[in-house]
């Protein structure tokens, strides 16, 4: 009977998350990674606001058995053994086959930013809504004033802390190894990077440890460097607020980093801004964009384009497109005179040099 009940309810809770991602997209039924992402998503946010999380997380590794955790948790025993089934199944959790103890893994959190989440997994139903109109419909969800998803956060500090957070730990596997790989490409003609949108400082860090005796100078909205004023103290790393739609670009780098920054700019404000840096930079200097990127068909890939529904929906309104052949006339009409672009494995992402 217990069993019967459980299945029913992972069926259920099966069938509302695999059916509302068919509402959405109906693609992503045929991609397993975005679905995986969704899914732990939701799951994770499921046993943190539980509290399964929480004494899972407490027990570290010698992990807890089911009893145990009946204990600890105030959860009808239906629904904690459904959380353990997700949990194991998304590879939040683990189960010993012989202790049977249930063990956390690394991808389990703690503290879910729940509001975030809603953002990410809610707004794709306003897709329709910002095609008809060019707006970012999405940002609805995040009330405020500001047309962008960052003048919206800089309204709600706690998430804004959170979402540094996130978007530090996704820099790290992602975009990071791509904008070292740019200035190893640059080496010697690169003393002073100036990393606009730098957020809290995670990418100027990995720089000035990978090489020594550069310098970084972080360009962000003023609530974000005060966060990465507080968590960095490295001498060569400075920061500078400011607002990239309005202020002026920092005069004395020879490099602009530019990492997941074009592609949530509004399009005439990405244009605008690619200008003002290239009057800002020296002869020699240039400009290393790491984002995502379509082919050259503008076909895909499908995690490129995922991020570029996220992008128009939610981050702003009518960001700079993330076509190649868009940044290829960026470069251009901002009078660079180079444009060459690599793009590891085929992937979604891609690094991107204009040399001035
Ligand atoms: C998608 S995040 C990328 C962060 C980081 N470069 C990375 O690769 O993870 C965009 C960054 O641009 C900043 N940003 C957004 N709008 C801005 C504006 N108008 N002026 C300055 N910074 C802005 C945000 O605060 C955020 O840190």
């Known amino acids: 009977m217990l069993t019967k009940v459980r299945d029913t309810a992972a069926g259920w809770l099966n069938n509302i998350v695999v059916g509302q991602i068919a509402t959405w997209m109906p693609e992503y039924l045929t991609t397993p990674i975005e679905m995986l992402v969704r899914h732990r998503r939701l799951i994770n946010a499921a046993c943190a606001e539980t509290g399964l999380s929480e004494v899972l997380l407490t027990a570290g590794r010698s992990g807890l058995s089911l009893e145990q955790m009946q204990d600890s948790v105030t959860l009808p025993q239906t629904s904690l053994r459904l959380l353990l089934l997700l949990g194991c199944s998304a590879k939040l959790l683990s189960r010993d086959p012989k202790s049977l103890r249930y063990h956390a893994t690394k991808r389990l959190r703690g503290r879910v930013p729940s509001q975030l989440y809603r953002l990410y997994d809610a707004s794709p139903a306003f897709l ?196 190649v052949n868009d940044m290829r006339l960026l470069a251009a009409d901002s009078g660079f005179a180079s444009f060459e672009i690599h793009r590891p494995d085929d992937g979604p992402m891609a690094l991107m040099i204009m040399r001035k």
Do not use: W
Request: with cysteine; charged share 15%.
């Open 128 to 323: 329709a809504e910002s095609a008809k109109t060019g707006k970012n419909a999405g940002l609805q969800l995040l009330p405020g004033s500001g047309a962008t998803l960052y003048e919206r956060l800089a309204q709600y500090p706690e998430l804004e802390r959170i979402y540094s957070a996130e978007l530090a730990h996704t820099n790290e596997g992602y975009r990071i190894p791509l904008v070292l790989e740019g200035i190893r490409r640059l080496q010697g003609q690169v003393s002073h990077v100036l990393d606009i949108g730098g957020n809290t400082g995670v990418t100027a860090n990995a720089i000035v440890n990978h090489y020594p005796d550069l310098r970084v100078t972080v360009f962000d909205l003023p609530s974000v460097c005060a966060k990465g004023r507080a968590q960095l103290t490295n001498k060569s790393v400075g920061f500078v607020d400011g607002n990239l739609g309005a202020d002026p670009v920092p005069t004395g780098a020879d490099c602009v980093v530019l990492s997941a920054v074009l592609e949530i700019t509004p399009t005439e404000q990405a244009h605008a801004l690619m200008r003002r840096i290239n009057d800002a930079l020296p002869r020699g200097g240039s400009v290393i964009i790491v984002q995502s990127a379509t082919n050259e068909l503008e076909t895909g890939p499908l995690l490129a384009a995922s991020a570029a529904l996220y992008f128009f929906n939610v981050c702003s309104p009518s960001p700079m497109s993330i076509c």
